[in-house]
Each structure stands twice: as structure tokens, then as C-alpha cells.
């Protein structure tokens, strides 16, 4: 018998992923033929969530709040998330007009900075007061800002921080604009951009609404998408943007469904987010060299509660093809562990493949080795013993593809030295660690 959880985890809850799953009210499942059935009078009465805080679905910050306007985004970038990167907070007049607002949607942070990962040092230790002549911190903040005019937000910009961008600046603001736009996979970074008077260094990225919600949707490059796969900080409310929040969630399911289809039938809670985390690295050429081959073991290890929290929803809507076991042990050992089965059924095999992506199901036919339309490469892959090598090979094949060409765009972006110190940066830490 196994225990579906049937409630939206509480964000609240951090400790351990069975105190968040322990707060659900939890319902027997039975596996029948091949298919895992839930009674439908016992679904979760809670599905609209437990009260956490407003400030997005990726944050778990205590004390977050709900803010509108630009000067309330900025009181929140910086007063939350230098915390939450070890540094005090600053005046909060010296951050509201840093950066242009006039046209940003979504605003979130990711990596090594806002979000703990194995190998280093933890992010909610506050640390010394920053020098007024050199940024201290060690690990890069990572931001993307999506907006709905990149021509307007670069020409500001420009204007405001010429220094943050290299020699294409002398190009003007329509060329940065339609540099990201039409090259690599829609996002132009500025790197290594020191906030000396903050005591940080940031790399921020800006993408337009319509293109990152066609790679949330159609995973065209799987790369923001793929950001968008892990734990995050959300310091725009996507759910102020119904359709950025429909396209968000509808990466998680997608997601979730590719995982499924790459796992075997019984698999741990460890397993399950190794394998969401993977999908945009296992093709990434910076996998090669530059990165630490343990990135994912080490992004997934201290964030399992927050993969717990995030995919809750997606867990609950799939509750008929996925059962979870609180109280299992791990193969081999008597360790506690969390456990999961899944339906292995042509038929949900074949549900799973027609719910992924366009741009996956594209490379799908084109790699299967049954030639057709797609509903006919779905009847030969969902019986098909290779169908996890053809989808990764499938997956890694977009993957891939980006990664290089906007690699290649950000030394353009970044300029020469600063790609040189940046790429130094990621070889040393991958060594160290």
C-alpha cells in the first residue's frame, strides 16, 4: 500500500521533506492492473495551499511579502536576497533605481548565491561588512529580468550603467536589443557586473516576456526553462502575469512528465529531482569542462525540500499515475527513504509522451526509429524498451545546441577579460570542489 500525499505542501515547512508531506491529509492508493487508481472523494481539500507567503511559489523566505511597484521590486531584490546571500541589509533608498523597471514583468534569482548547493559556503551565514572599494562576495548573484520592451529597458540602462556592458554598447540599444533577441537562446547577460557599494558582484540576464514564455511552453531551448526547473527566488510575483504563471507551471508538468518517462518504475525522491535537475545539464558542453561534474548532486542534496515544495502541485494533479511510499527504505539498505512508484503502462507511457513539449516531440521523431507522424512514434515508443535513451538523446540535443550558441554569445556580451576571469572563476571552483 502506498500513501498518496494529496495536499499542497506548506512552504513554511523545511525541516525534512516528511514534516512538509506529514502536514497533508494522505490517502490510500491501490495499484490495479497495471494503474495506479485514487478514490476520488479523498482529494486534497487544500489544494488552493497552506498560507504561505505571497511573494512567489519559489520562495521560502520567512517574512517575504507582496510587493507592487518599482521601488518595492528593489526593497525586496536586494533587502531579501543580500540576506539571504550573507550580507547586511543597505539602505534601501540606494537600490530603488539602480536598474529600469518601466517594462519588467518577472524578476528571479537562482544559483550558488541565493540558493545552497554542496560545496559552498551556506548562504544564511551573515557575513563581514563589505569593503567600500571591492565587492566580497564570493559566490556571483545571479539574476534574469524578463521584460516585455527589451529596445526600452537596454536603452535606459545604457544610459544609467554604461559600464555593465562591454564594447557593444557603442552599437547602441537596438543592436543589444536585437543581439538578444535573434541570437543563441533570447537572453543577454551582463557579467561580472560589482556592486561595490553593496559588496556584491551580479551577473544579470534580460529576456523578453514572449521569448521566455516560448521556451516555458515549447522548450525551444530548454535553457530559462531549465533555470526554471530548480528552486529559484522570486522577486516578481508571477502570479501578478496569468499567462507567465500558466507557462511556469506548465514547464514543471512538462518536466515532471520527462522524468517520469527516464525512470524506472520504483524510484526514491532523491532520484526524481536528480533527474528533473539533469535534464538541462546532461547535454550542456560546459558539462565537459568548467563545470563540477557533481552539479546536480549537489544542487538537488540541500534543496530537496524546496524540489519537494515546488513540484507538490504537479505531484497532485498526476496523483493517478504516481504513488509515493513516506515510509519506505532504501533498495539495499534499511535506510528511511521516500519512495515512489509509477504506472509503467503503455497507456501511460503514451499519455506522458503526448503531454511533452513541442520542441522535445519534434526531436522524438526525428530520433525514433519508426518513421510517421508523432501519434504513430508514440504507439511504437510507448512499448519500446529504448524510449529512456531515445528521450534523453532528444533532450540533450536541444540542450546542447543552446548552450553553445549562447555561450558563444556571452563573450560578446561579457567582453574578452570579463569571459576570461568568469570562466577561470567556474574551472576554479569545480577543482576546489
Known amino acids: 500500500m502506498f500513501l498518496l500525499c494529496l495536499q499542497s505542501a506548506c512552504p513554511s515547512l523545511t525541516?525534512?521533506?516528511?514534516?512538509?508531506?506529514?502536514?497533508c491529509s494522505i490517502a490510500t492508493a491501490s495499484i490495479k492492473g497495471g494503474s495506479l487508481l485514487n478514490p476520488k472523494s479523498q482529494r486534497s481539500s487544500c489544494e488552493s495551499g497552506c498560507g504561505g507567503p505571497r511573494l512567489g511559489r519559489r520562495s521560502n523566505n520567512s517574512g517575504s511579502r507582496r510587493i507592487r511597484g518599482s521601488a518595492g521590486v528593489f526593497r525586496l531584490l536586494f533587502d531579501h536576497s543580500i540576506n539571504i546571500s550573507g550580507h547586511r541589509r543597505v539602505e534601501k533608498k540606494r537600490t530603488v533605481t539602480r536598474f529600469p523597471l518601466g517594462s519588467v514583468s518577472y524578476i528571479f534569482a537562482y544559483g550558488s548565491g541565493v540558493k545552497q548547493q554542496l560545496g559552498y559556503k551556506n548562504v544564511?551565514?551573515?557575513a563581514a561588512k563589505p569593503s567600500s572599494s571591492k565587492s566580497s562576495s564570493s559566490n556571483v548573484i545571479d539574476l534574469v529580468f524578463c521584460v516585455r520592451d527589451a529596445l526600452g529597458f537596454h536603452a535606459e540602462n545604457m544610459h544609467r550603467h554604461p559600464s555593465h556592458y562591454s564594447a557593444?554598447?557603442?552599437l547602441g540599444p537596438r543592436f543589444a536589443a536585437q543581439y538578444q533577441e535573434r541570437m543563441g537562446a533570447g537572453v543577454y547577460f551582463n557579467t561580472l557586473v560589482p556592486l561595490e557599494d553593496l559588496g556584491l558582484t551580479i551577473k544579470y540576464g534580460v529576456v523578453s516576456e514572449e521569448h521566455l514564455i516560448e521556451d516555458l511552453l515549447h522548450w525551444r531551448h530548454l535553457y530559462l526553462a531549465g533555470r526554471l526547473q530548480k528552486p529559484v527566488t522570486d522577486l516578481v510575483?508571477?502570479?501578478?502575469?496569468?499567462?507567465?504563471k500558466s507557462a511556469l507551471d506548465r514547464n514543471l508538468l512538462s518536466a515532471f512528465h520527462s522524468a517520469l518517462l527516464l525512470l524506472p518504475e520504483k524510484f526514491t525522491a532523491f532520484e526524481l529531482f536528480h533527474t528533473i535537475a539533469s535534464l538541462s545539464y546532461k547535454g550542456d558542453f560546459r558539462m565537459i569542462f568548467g563545470e563540477n561534474k557533481q552539479k546536480v548532486h549537489n544542487i538537488v542534496t540541500p534543496q530537496i525540500n524546496e524540489f519537494f515544495s515546488l513540484y507538490q502541485p504537479v505531484m497532485s494533479?498526476?496523483?493517478?499515475?504516481?504513488?509515493?511510499d513516506m515510509h519506505g527504505q532504501e533498495p539495499g539498505s534499511r535506510r528511511p527513504a521516500i519512495l515512489f512508484e509509477q504506472d509503467k503502462s503503455a497507456m501511460a507511457t503514451s499519455y506522458h509522451?503526448?503531454?511533452l513539449?513541442?520542441?522535445?516531440?519534434r526531436r522524438l521523431q526525428r530520433n525514433a526509429a519508426c518513421r510517421g507522424d508523432y501519434a504513430d512514434v508514440v504507439e511504437h515508443l510507448s512499448m519500446a524498451p529504448l524510449l529512456p535513451k531515445v528521450l534523453q538523446v532528444s533532450v540533450n540535443d536541444i540542450v546542447w545546441r543552446s548552450s553553445v550558441t549562447q555561450s558563444l554569445k556571452n563573450i560578446a556580451t561579457a567582453g574578452v577579460f570579463?569571459?576570461?576571469v568568469y570562466s577561470y572563476r567556474k574551472a576554479m571552483k569545480t577543482f576546489a570542489n
Open 357 to 361: 513539449p513541442r520542441e522535445l516531440r
Open 418 to 420: 570579463k569571459s576570461i
Open 124 to 126: 544564511q551565514q551573515p
Open 317 to 324: 494533479k498526476l496523483d493517478k499515475y504516481v504513488a509515493v
Open 353 to 355: 509522451l503526448r503531454s
Open 168 to 170: 557593444l554598447r557603442h
Open 237 to 244: 510575483n508571477p502570479a501578478d502575469n496569468p499567462r507567465l
Open 15 to 23: 525541516s525534512h521533506p516528511q514534516a512538509l508531506f506529514n502536514t
